[in-house]
Every structure is written in structure tokens, then in C-alpha cells.
């Protein structure tokens, strides 16, 4: 998303400096606009972390976009061989590149007979020699390990560096040195410093980057997440972060987006405030799918695009699901009004989805989009730290209104409480009765199960509203073949909750009227 944000900004009127973009995924919108070119920087991470990974799909960006010529010095006991076989199998890797604009050169046996002093020699040779554009030292453990002392390793960087300017080559050294160990001697010397992680988190392996330090300009401060795919690495940024200053709410004239349930529209007073988000709020079964989904239907009966955002339903399911209560879900996903984008019950990355949605619906959904996201427990289970979930919330209903989408919520209650407690799946991340979703979004529908005599109603009552007026009362509501129906009036839901509701002999629920005996309406 990096195209979206300002990437150049440090605050200063003065010249910017010139940029290396890697074109690996975020990485320059992390770095506000990439490497800053002729800098030497240093990447520190464990074995498995994908430091080898990120340099080698460096080069091969760098050579592809813009013809440069790169070469890759190891500093390791692993053959070229078996580095080039690993890496063939990602989609950035390019053989025919290899020996050409890209050299490898094996140096290790080279350090160990001729000390520091040679291997520098040795870089300058080569630098004469090449004249690469970016130079990628690999194993700088090795170097650490072989020198006389720190202040010989000192020396060795302090002149590395000239050589680095004077060749006008941006320079990376990789290292599996320790975070007390980069702070003591590499991190200090160079211009910037970033360090992955491969961390066990209960079940969970999370890679992360985190830049420590970047002279010369801003950067977004604290870990990212990081995945390794195919193409090689991705970086997912913090959401929280990415939109900490999001832009001004559109001023355009806003408009009522109905969910084609006309006694619910009536009780939302035309429907919800385009730009805004609501909370479904209800246990399992209440209906909470039903009425997003009759909200995408509506909006795609009208024209308006959206999307179905879910961790449940596999789209075949949902599609069936939606034509039982007489939805025509498929007709609207195979004329392109509605995208089903399914997220399979696998781990995820929370940066990611986030990401994921937010590109699809600013790049393939035009004006005013509708989004329903079943639900946000989804959200929860891709979570690392807890403590970050309402703050990804937040930034992330700031910026579905900054691109103008009314997005519904699901959010799962206890099945068997008689009030809005978070279901026990998710209550150890939430402090509220509403979870981390409640204090953010605008407004808010609480569908419930009342039990009475053996039977179960269903009733549905706006719980918030801003920035409009609505019908606070409660109403008995029905689910069937011919979709959603919400009663015309209060006076069912008022006889349920009052203990008159009696059932008829066809089977479906009528709740007497405790005042005059007579039908509450709604069937």
C-alpha cells in the first residue's frame, strides 16, 4: 500500500536524499521511501529468518527495474550451489541473471588465510573490478569471529564505509549476531541497522523486522510482521501505525444505505450513514449472516459493490445459505456486485488481512462500497500480541471511513447469556460487553433469543446510533425462505418479554399483546 502514503517525509525543506526502492513488499514504505542510496546497513537476524531471502530478492528487483549490477560476497561455508538451489524455487530468482549482473563470490576460506586487513583488500579488488551498484556481505559473523579484537572489527567498518562512498555502492551486512552483540559494535558504526526475529509465540512461529536505527531519515518505529511466500518476503506493517494520521473525512453528501428489510430501514430511519460502521452483535444463530448479507444484496440490487469478508463460510455454503432465504447471492457474485473473499481456518497474519481487504476495496470497489466482515473473531485468532486489537480496530474503522465504505461487523455474544457478553471464545482479550468493537463503531444492532415456554423468539433492537435518531424499541424478527422479516411493531416483542407469547398451531411464534390481546403484527 505503500503507493497511498506520503513515503518521502522527514520534516525537513531541505533536498531529500536520493532513495534505493527495493521493491520488496512495504519494505520502502517502512523505510519512508527505501534505503538511502550509498549507505551501509546492517541486517541482523537468526538462521531461518530470511535475511539471505531479503538481500538476494534486493538484487534481483534492482537488476530487473533498473539494470543494476549487484555482487553477493559470502562469508559462509555454503557452497554457491546449494545457496543458488534454495533459491531457485522463488519466483523472484532469475538464472540468467547470475554471472552476469549478479556475481557471487565465496570469500570465507579467503578471510580466514589472509585476516581482516586482506578481506578488505579483497572487497576493494572486487569493487574496482565490478563496479556494483549494491554490495551484499553475507556472513558477517564470520569476520566478527576471525578478527583480533573490536577495535580491528571497528576499523574494518569505519574503512568499509569510505570504500562504500567513494564507489557509490549501498552496502548490506548480514549477520546473525545477537541484539547485545549489534549494539556494541555494527549497529553504532552504520547508517541503518534492521533486525529480523523467528519467535516461538505459544504454537506459533512469528517473524518479525524491526528497524533499530536509519540515519538521515524517518521511519515506522517497532515490529512488523513478516511472511515468506513463494515470491519471497512480505512485510506487513502495523495497521495501528500505518494509519496513525488518517486523512480527513470526506465532506461529500452522505446517504442512508439500506438492508432491503423495510421494518429494519424504519427502525434505522432510512438505513445506516454511508461512511459508517455497525456492529451485529448476537450469539450463534441469531442471524447475524443473514442480515449482512441481505445488506449486500440490497446494495448490489441498487448497483453499489461489496464484499463479503469471512472466516466461516466457504462461498459454495454461503451461496446456499443466501438462496434458502430467498437471497439471490449468486446471481449478484457472477454479474461482479458481490466478491466473496474467504479466508480458509488456517494461521494468518492480522497486518495482512487487514491489507488484503482494504486494497480490494480501494482499488476494485469504486464509490461508496459495502463491506460485511463475518466476524471478528477472524481478526482475533490472527492475533499476536493482545494488546494490539483495539487499537488495529480502531485504525481500521478510521480508514474504512476515510475510503468512504459502510462496513457491518458480526461479533459473536454468548449463546446462553441473557445479556451482551462476549462469547468465552473471546472474552479473555475483551474488557467491555461490547469487546474492543463496541467503542468504536458508530452503530450497533443487538439480536438475541428470548426463551419462553419452551419456545424461542427472536428479537432484534438498535443499541447506538450517532450522528442520527432511531427507534429504540425492540422488535420480534423471523427467519424463512422468504428472508428476513422484522415485525411493523413493538408490541410482539413487548408480549415475549412480559411472558404472554404463546405459539400457534402452525408452528411459528405469535406473541399476544398483554394490554389488548391482540396480535403484535409482523407475520
Given amino acids: 500500500m505503500s503507493e497511498h502514503h506520503d513515503l518521502g517525509r522527514t520534516g525537513s525543506s531541505e533536498e531529500q536524499p536520493h532513495r534505493l526502492i527495493s521493491g520488496i513488499p512495504r519494505l520502502d514504505y517502512i523505510l519512508k521511501g527505501g534505503f538511502i542510496c550509498n549507505g551501509l546497513y546492517a541486517l541482523f537476524g537468526p538462521p531461518g529468518s530470511g535475511k539471505t531471502i531479503l538481500a538476494n530478492q534486493l538484487c534481483f528487483n534492482q537488476i530487473k527495474e533498473r539494470g543494476s549490477r549487484c555482487v553477493y560476497l559470502t562469508l559462509l561455508t555454503e557452497s554457491h550451489g546449494k545457496l543458488v538451489s534454495h533459491l531457485s524455487s522463488l519466483s523472484f530468482f532469475d538464472l540468467k ?7 557471487y563470490l565465496s570469500a570465507y576460506q579467503h578471510l580466514r588465510d589472509n585476516g581482516v586487513e586482506g578481506m578488505l583488500q579483497l572487497i576493494q579488488e572486487t569493487a574496482r573490478a565490478e563496479e556494483p551498484d549494491i554490495l551484499i556481505i553475507d556472513g558477517f559473523e564470520s569476520l566478527a569471529d576471525l578478527s583480533s579484537s573490536v577495535s580491528e572489527r571497528r576499523e574494518f567498518i569505519h574503512r568499509l564505509q569510505t570504500l562504500v562512498s567513494m564507489n557509490r555502492c549501498t552496502t548490506l551486512l548480514l549477520s546473525t549476531a545477537t541484539a547485545a552483540e549489534t549494539r556494541s559494535v ?6 541503518g541497522a534492521l533486525q529480523l526475529t523467528d519467535t ?9 523486522l524491526n528497524v533499530l536505527k536509519f540515519r538521515g531519515s524517518d521511519y515506522l518505529r517497532g515490529k512488523h510482521e513478516v511472511e515468506i511466500t513463494s515470491d519471497g518476503i512480505q512485510i506487513h506493517p502495523r495497521t495501528e501505525v500505518q494509519f496513525s494520521d488518517p486523512a480527513r473525512q470526506a465532506t461529500e453528501t452522505r446517504s442512508r444505505m439500506e438492508f432491503g428489510v423495510p421494518e429494519l430501514d424504519e427502525m434505522l430511519c432510512g438505513g445506516i450513514p454511508s461512511g459508517s460502521s455497525m456492529a451485529l452483535l448476537g450469539p450463534p444463530g441469531a442471524g447475524k449472516t443473514a442480515l449482512g448479507l441481505s445488506f449486500l444484496c440490497r446494495g448490489a440490487e441498487l448497483g453499489q459493490r461489496g464484499m463479503y469478508f469471512g472466516f466461516h463460510e466457504s462461498p459454495p455454503r454461503l451461496i446456499e445459505k443466501a438462496e434458502s432465504i430467498g437471497l439471490p ?12 473473499v474467504w479466508q480458509p481456518p488456517l494461521e494468518r497474519f492480522l497486518d495482512s488481512l487487514a491489507e488484503q481487504m482494504l486494497e480490494e476495496l480501494r482499488h476494485k470497489f469504486g464509490d461508496r462500497p459495502r463491506l460485511f466482515v463475518d466476524s471478528l473473531e477472524g481478526f482475533r485468532a490472527a492475533v499476536v500480541y493482545r494488546d494490539r486489537l483495539p487499537l488495529f480496530i480502531a ?10 465504505v459502510t462496513s457491518l461487523f458480526a461479533e459473536e455474544l454468548s449463546l446462553f447469556g441473557g445479556g451482551m457478553e462476549v462469547a468465552p471464545a473471546s472474552r479473555e482479550l475483551t474488557d467491555g460487553p461490547y469487546s474492543d468493537l463496541g467503542r468504536t463503531v458508530e452503530s450497533a444492532l443487538w439480536l438475541r433469543y428470548v426463551a419462553l415456554r419452551s419456545q424461542f423468539y427472536r428479537l432484534i433492537s438498535v443499541m447506538k446510533m450517532r450522528e442520527s435518531s432511531y427507534d429504540t424499541a425492540a422488535r420480534e424478527f423471523h427467519i424463512s425462505s422468504r428472508g428476513v422479516e422484522v415485525d411493523s411493531s413493538y408490541e410482539s416483542a413487548e408480549a415475549i418479554l412480559s411472558g404472554y407469547a ?5 408452528g411459528n411464534h405469535h406473541a399476544q399483546s398483554r394490554s389488548n390481546g391482540r396480535s403484535g403484527g409482523g407475520e
Fill in 502 to 506: 404463546v405459539p400457534r398451531r402452525d
Fill in 329 to 340: 447471492l449468486k446471481k449478484y457474485v457472477d454479474q461482479g456486485l458481490i466478491e466473496i
Fill in 97 to 103: 541473471h547470475v554471472g552476469k549482473e549478479l556475481i
Fill in 395 to 404: 485504525a481500521l474503522m478510521n480508514q474504512l471511513r476515510t475510503i468512504d
Fill in 186 to 191: 555494527e549497529e553504532v558504526m552504520v547508517d
Fill in 200 to 208: 516461538i509465540m505459544g504454537p506459533r512461529a512469528v517473524r518479525e
